[in-house]
């Protein structure tokens, strides 16, 4: 069956040439981007559990984790957590298959106790935490649709992507993840991080968050001078992306003179004052981004087999890039994947292509590659599928 494929010309200024543009980040150890990789990793735990021992993944969605902030007393050279975080890992999985049992809270608490120790390395799991699963049966409507030969999609719902990343998209990005490298010579630095980017005209204003781990620091020189470093290092990383001219600043709510800084124990600010829920951080891309198409849709811990609202979001942004790399002529790319709950998730109700093409660019040569990429990737869902059981892309 044909694919229900439209490709239109969009008559807007690329993002490049927009006057204000504004894009974040939010890093590995925010409290919103915690709940979100844990909901992911209990999905694609469930998953190899369900493989190993069925040979297919089952019904599930764990997207509706959350995050209750504990609380701290942080202190130059070393403070304590006086009251653990508190968090609920909850959605639905099937608990039951074939009659046999399966450990699905078990499975969940293993996973998440892992995420916790792989993303926060200075949060004591054993003691920082109380981790409570409460993860339930799902309905059996969904359930049905799921397990038809042609998985059907389990809503009538939408995903959208674009391409390409603009000078600041990358540089906000690329920002979070230069500063988790930089851990390894500067380890004052936490995983709570948060990177806000404005462009003005020419000049990218770069506003960073970093929840600093109070006992790799001695005193309020100390601070400043590290805070300094950060802020140099950054601003000279940031010119490989960009001709335009980079400032930084970083914890601006500081007040040094005062005494009062952004230090912590556990290098998230879920320690005090905090809360994170699934859905509320990054997009499929890894961003936020304002002047862009976003869906609202969460796509961490939603099942990889039918659930709309992750793979379309996945594959129209894996889609876009590739149409953008591939077809000559195309400034930029938006797609838009809308579903209907009950039909083939490899047939849309319509996928939307539009197309801001380069001057004197053939919008015929543009419709018929764009076309071209998109359909393989629909046909192909099984592809994308495997992607998120190996854990190869990147939901956050």
């Given at each position: 069956m044909k694919?229900?494929?439209?490709?239109?010309?969009?008559?807007?200024?690329?993002?490049?040439?927009?006057?204000?543009?504004?894009?974040?980040?939010?890093?590995?150890?925010?409290?919103?981007?915690?709940?979100?990789g844990l909901a992911?990793?209990?999905?694609?735990?469930?998953?190899?559990?369900y493989l190993d021992r069925f040979g297919a993944v089952l019904h599930h969605n764990t997207d509706k984790t959350q995050i209750v902030a504990g609380r701290s007393r942080p202190e130059f050279g070393g403070g304590e957590v006086i009251c653990p975080l508190y968090i609920l890992l909850t959605g639905r999985a099937t608990r039951?298959?074939?009659?046999?049992?399966?450990?699905?809270?078990?499975?969940?608490?293993?996973?998440?106790?892992?995420?916790?120790?792989?993303?926060?390395?200075?949060?004591?799991?054993?003691?920082?935490?109380?981790?409570?699963?409460k993860i339930g049966m799902g309905s059996s409507d969904l359930r049905d649709v799921f397990g038809r030969k042609i998985p059907s999609a389990n809503d009538t719902s939408f995903g959208v992507g674009y391409a390409p990343l603009?000078?600041?998209?990358?540089?906000?990005?690329?920002?979070?993840?230069?500063?988790?490298n930089l851990k390894k010579s500067i380890p004052a630095i936490g995983e709570d991080i948060k990177v806000m980017g404005m462009r003005e005209g020419n000049t990218i204003n770069l506003t960073i968050a970093c929840a600093m781990i109070d006992r790799h620091i001695s005193n309020l020189k100390d601070y400043a001078e590290t805070k300094n470093n950060i802020i140099e290092h950054i601003t000279e990383y940031a010119k490989q992306f960009t001709?335009?001219?980079?400032?930084?600043?970083?914890?601006?709510?500081?007040?040094?003179?005062?005494?009062?800084?952004?230090?912590?124990?556990?290098?998230t600010s879920a320690e005090m004052g905090d809360d994170g829920a699934v859905g509320r951080g990054n997009r499929s891309n890894g961003l936020i981004t304002p002047n862009r198409p976003m869906s609202l849709e969460a796509t961490c811990g939603k099942n990889p087999i039918n659930h709309v609202g992750k793979i379309y979001n996945l594959l129209s942004t894996e889609a876009a890039r590739q149409i953008a790399e591939e077809v000559e002529g195309i400034e930029e790319v938006y797609l838009r994947i809308l579903s209907q709950i009950g039909l083939?998730?490899?047939?849309?109700?319509?996928?939307?292509?539009?197309?801001?093409?380069?001057?004197?660019?053939?919008?015929?040569?543009?419709?018929?590659?764009?076309?071209?990429?998109?359909?393989?990737?629909?046909?192909?869902?099984?592809?994308?599928?495997?992607?998120?059981?190996?854990?190869?892309?990147?939901?956050?």
């Open positions: 694919r229900n494929i439209k490709v239109e010309r969009l008559n807007q200024r690329p993002i490049e040439k927009q006057e204000i543009e504004l894009v974040e980040r939010k890093g590995i150890g925010h409290p919103d981007s915690v709940a979100d992911e990793s209990i999905s694609q735990a469930l998953c190899k559990e039951v298959f074939k009659e046999v049992e399966i450990p699905v809270d078990t499975i969940a608490i293993k996973a998440a106790r892992k995420l916790l120790q792989d993303s926060l390395t200075n949060l004591d799991v054993n003691n920082h935490i109380i981790l409570d699963a603009s000078e600041t998209e990358r540089i906000v990005f690329n920002t979070e993840r230069e500063l988790m001709s335009r001219q980079v400032r930084a600043q970083m914890n601006v709510a500081d007040n040094i003179e005062q005494g009062s800084v952004y230090i912590t124990v556990t290098g083939p998730i490899d047939q849309p109700h319509v996928a939307s292509v539009q197309v801001v093409p380069k001057d004197g660019a053939d919008m015929k040569a543009l419709e018929a590659g764009a076309t071209e990429v998109l359909d393989e990737w629909l046909a192909n869902i099984p592809k994308l599928q495997q992607m998120l059981f190996r854990g190869e892309l990147r939901t956050y």
